[in-house]
């Protein structure tokens, strides 16, 4: 979505309540900040039931092959605990001075940004993690004088936006919003700038095949043709949270101009402090008219450790053109006289009977409706009609 033009009521309201958190917060040192964003943390892990299920839903993706229930569900706990200290202590890093800054942060890998940038422009390829606000005010701070910029999407409020752009812009940040020219973008890392991307978002079959954590999926191919384009180099760059106000900036150089090469220095990154992870988006929820389209982009070398998962809930068990390793079929049955109540509950336990959560439910058109409502975040097919699907079915499932 993209930002409002003129603020409703609620934005104002909106408005009025962050500008009066920012007043609080730089009334409050930062190690205080830190610890109430720890306890907001822990009292919307009890609270908030649907975002802690959408933390761990994506934590057993990201995960569910490595780790138990028990410490997933410990993770997604720090994980609240870990974004609520980072942002409240956002808010008031831009109003920090330099020396103070510097004090909370490390740098390391920053061999590796100056080697590059004196190459020419780089593309900043960064993750939802750690404190972001720092990431935005920190590259001024580093030894190299070299002019930054961000790729960024606009908040739809515009009141709270327009104070975000001010604190960014005030150290001299350089923004491109969302829907800014690629010609832009390249033109300003072709002067030898550094342009930062938020590159670890779902961006649907438009974008690039890629595995990630084993997974089928795909990433933005911006960052890499725009470093390509602009004859500029790839750094990774990602914030870890090592302390009460404690955080490293990490730098590394990313070899190869591909989406794969980002995808797996995001995921190194995401492996190197998990709590720190913004797991509140769906990352790998499968969406669109024809949701499994993007999987025809994959070779025979794909890669992939981790196929989707299809759960066909009709008598019949459709073909699909993909093989087994990149889309797993399993039939299970499900009484759809049942109510709302019963039919959820069933659903659940097919979630809990798998390796993860199912990426996609195929089921009869006439049920299509109520069962995108019961699955939440899982995507609902219809026998007819049906994307990439055979003409023929397969036999009945014994």
């Given at each position: 979505?993209?930002?409002?033009?003129?603020?409703?009521?609620?934005?104002?309201l909106?408005?009025?309540?962050?500008?009066?958190?920012?007043w609080?917060i730089?009334?409050?040192?930062?190690?205080?900040?830190?610890?109430?964003?720890?306890?907001?943390g822990?009292?919307?892990?009890?609270?908030?039931?649907?975002?802690r299920?959408?933390?761990?839903?994506?934590?057993?993706f990201?995960?569910g092959?490595?780790?138990?229930?028990?410490e997933?569900?410990?993770?997604a706990?720090l994980?609240?605990?870990?974004?609520?200290?980072?942002?409240?202590?956002?808010l008031?890093?831009?109003f920090?001075k330099?020396?103070e800054?510097?004090?909370?942060?490390?740098f390391?890998?920053?061999d590796?940004l100056?080697?590059?940038?004196?190459?020419?422009?780089?593309?900043?390829?960064?993750?939802?993690?750690?404190?972001?606000e720092l990431?935005a005010?920190v590259?001024f701070?580093?030894?190299?004088?070299i002019?930054?910029?961000?790729?960024y999407r606009p908040?739809?409020?515009s009141?709270?936006?327009a104070?975000v752009?001010?604190?960014?812009?005030?150290?001299?940040?350089?923004l491109?919003?969302?829907?800014a020219?690629?010609?832009?973008?390249?033109s300003f890392v072709r002067?030898?700038?550094?342009?930062?991307?938020?590159?670890?978002?779902r961006v649907g079959?438009?974008?690039?095949?890629?595995?990630?954590?084993?997974r089928?999926t795909?990433?933005?191919?911006?960052?890499?043709?725009?470093?390509?384009?602009?004859k500029g180099?790839?750094?990774?760059l990602h914030c870890?949270?090592?302390?009460?106000?404690?955080?490293?900036?990490?730098?590394n150089h990313?070899?190869?101009?591909?989406?794969?090469?980002?995808?797996?220095n995001?995921?190194?990154a995401?492996?190197?402090s998990p709590?720190?992870v913004?797991?509140?988006?769906?990352?790998w929820?499968?969406?669109?008219?024809?949701?499994?389209k993007f999987?025809?982009?994959?070779?025979?070398?794909?890669?992939?450790s981790?196929?989707?998962r299809?759960?066909?809930?009709t008598?019949?068990?459709p073909?699909?053109d993909?093989p087994?390793?990149i889309l797993?079929?399993?039939?299970?049955?499900?009484?759809f006289?049942?109510?709302d109540?019963?039919?959820?509950?069933?659903?659940?336990?097919?979630?809990?009977?798998?390796?993860?959560?199912?990426?996609?439910?195929?089921?009869?058109?006439?049920?299509?409706?109520r069962l995108?409502k019961?699955?939440r975040?899982t995507?609902?097919l219809?026998?007819?009609?049906?994307?990439a699907i055979?003409?023929?079915?397969?036999?009945p499932a014994?």
């Amino acid at each position: 979505m993209s930002r409002s033009k003129t603020p409703t009521i609620s934005h104002r309201l909106e408005y009025l309540v962050y500008r009066g958190l920012e007043w609080a917060i730089q009334m409050m040192s930062l190690e205080t900040t830190f610890k109430v964003g720890e306890f907001a943390g822990r009292f919307s892990h009890r609270i908030l039931k649907t975002r802690r299920r959408q933390v761990i839903r994506n934590l057993t993706f990201a995960f569910g092959n490595e780790k138990s229930r028990e410490e997933i569900e410990n993770l997604a706990s720090l994980a609240f605990e870990r974004i609520g200290a980072n942002f409240l202590t956002a808010l008031k890093i831009p109003f920090l001075k330099d020396e103070e800054i510097l004090r909370h942060v490390r740098f390391v890998g920053l061999d590796a940004l100056e080697r590059e940038t004196e190459k020419g422009g780089i593309v900043l390829v960064s993750p939802h993690m750690g404190n972001w606000e720092l990431l935005a005010q920190v590259l001024f701070l580093t030894p190299n004088k070299i002019t930054v910029g961000t790729h960024y999407r606009p908040l739809n409020n515009s009141l709270i936006n327009a104070v975000v752009e001010r604190r960014r812009k005030r150290r001299g940040l350089k923004l491109f919003p969302k829907r800014a020219s690629t010609h832009k973008l390249t033109s300003f890392v072709r002067e030898g700038a550094a342009l930062g991307i938020l590159a670890d978002q779902r961006v649907g079959s438009r974008g690039a095949a890629s595995v990630f954590f084993g997974r089928p999926t795909t990433c933005s191919p911006l960052p890499h043709l725009i470093a390509k384009r602009g004859k500029g180099q790839l750094i990774g760059l990602h914030c870890r949270t090592v302390g009460t106000c404690r955080w490293e900036v990490h730098f590394n150089h990313i070899e190869e101009m591909t989406a794969q090469a980002c995808a797996e220095n995001l995921e190194e990154a995401w492996r190197s402090s998990p709590e720190d992870v913004f797991w509140f988006e769906d990352r790998w929820r499968i969406q669109g008219k024809e949701p499994l389209k993007f999987l025809e982009k994959y070779g025979d070398n794909h890669g992939v450790s981790r196929p989707l998962r299809l759960v066909n809930l009709t008598p019949t068990r459709p073909a699909f053109d993909f093989p087994p390793d990149i889309l797993a079929e399993e039939r299970a049955d499900l009484n759809f006289n049942d109510n709302d109540m019963e039919l959820t509950e069933a659903l659940s336990k097919i979630e809990e009977e798998g390796p993860v959560a199912p990426d996609i439910f195929v089921c009869p058109a006439r049920h299509q409706s109520r069962l995108r409502k019961l699955s939440r975040k899982t995507q609902v097919l219809s026998v007819f009609p049906l994307p990439a699907i055979r003409s023929k079915p397969r036999p009945p499932a014994p």
